[in-house]
């Protein structure tokens, strides 16, 4: 997101993505008008400044650390192909504000679907989307490809090499028992987009049921700021053991070159249905 001046009200978009809001079930305990910060319980405690941190345990519940990366990524990886076999709508929402106002002074809205057509091509469907207001910000290209693959973030066997993953500890949420890991790029690539935060892993059949974070790099130079928000992303168990994004939510204040803004952002999934057929994904809308 980059700064407009104030009472500037141009609006640039280059990507449209996607939407419709239903309330999920949600992994943990956050709500909507919650901010999300990395949960605590369970958590080792900091050794004191003057003892050595311990070792990262290289064996967890008799599976070595290694295994249960492997094992998250492959599960990853196949929930990635059942997903684009899958129609849903998606809901985004985006409001901007002053640090301590509640009133938004702008906001933006998508609502799609995803769908098929009847020979198997996937495609979006926007089916609200109402002129922007933002004043404030300006949403960029690497804003909307967040919102599209960041903030729904799946690291899948094929991309687990671009990544360090290191192993945190276990903790319980809700009635999961989960492995904890953080995940942080090992090399920032020009145009690309990474995550870069905490994810907790369902210690029975792999499958990432959370993660909290943010998408990076920020990107400044001497004339702009593309400053990017921390999100927290939970999945709901949809079918089998494949668990699906359905809730989105970042609320925080984003530090600017001479001000500050509050940025909340809302993204819902909802209405999962399995197509059922491999499908091609096309990148245009049938004509």
């Known amino acids: 997101m980059k700064t407009l001046p104030i009472r500037h009200s141009h609006f640039v978009f280059l990507i449209v993505i996607a939407a419709l809001s239903l309330t999920p079930r949600f992994v943990g305990a956050a709500r909507p ?15 004191p400044a003057t003892t050595a941190a311990p070792a990262t345990p290289t064996m967890v519940n008799g599976i070595s650390v290694d295994d249960i990366i492997k094992k998250f990524a492959q599960h990853e990886s196949e929930f990635k192909i059942a997903r684009d076999n899958y129609t849903y709508k998606q809901s985004v929402d985006i409001q901007e504000s002053l640090p301590g106002e509640d009133q938004a002074s702008g906001e933006y809205q998508m609502e799609s679907e995803i769908i098929f057509t009847p020979d198997g091509h996937r495609y979006e469907n926007v089916t609200y989307a109402p002129a922007p207001t933002l004043k404030l910000v300006q949403l960029t290209e690497q804003d909307m ?4 693959n960041v903030q729904p973030f799946v690291l899948t066997t094929e991309d687990l090499p671009k990544y360090d993953v290191a192993y945190v500890g276990q903790e319980r949420i809700d009635y999961l028992n989960t492995y904890v890991f953080h995940v942080a790029p090992k090399k920032i690539e020009k145009n690309q987009r990474y995550f870069q935060g905490t994810i907790w892993v369902d210690d029975h059949d792999f499958a990432v049921v959370k ?8 990107i400044i130079t001497r004339n702009s700021e593309n400053r990017f928000p921390r999100f927290v992303t939970y999945r709901e168990n949809i079918e089998g053991n494949f668990w699906f994004p359905t809730y989105t939510h970042s609320d925080e204040v984003i530090h600017f070159t ?14 999962y249905k399995r197509f059922g057929v491999t499908v091609t994904i096309t990148p245009s809308k049938p004509q």
């Open 145 to 148: 490809q967040d919102i599209e």
């Open 258 to 271: 001479g001000q500050d803004i509050r940025m909340r952002m809302t993204i819902r999934y909802a209405d």
């Open 33 to 47: 008008s919650q901010t999300s910060t990395p949960p605590q319980k369970g958590s080792t405690p900091a050794p």
């Open 211 to 218: 993660t909290d974070g943010k998408a990076v790099p920020d």
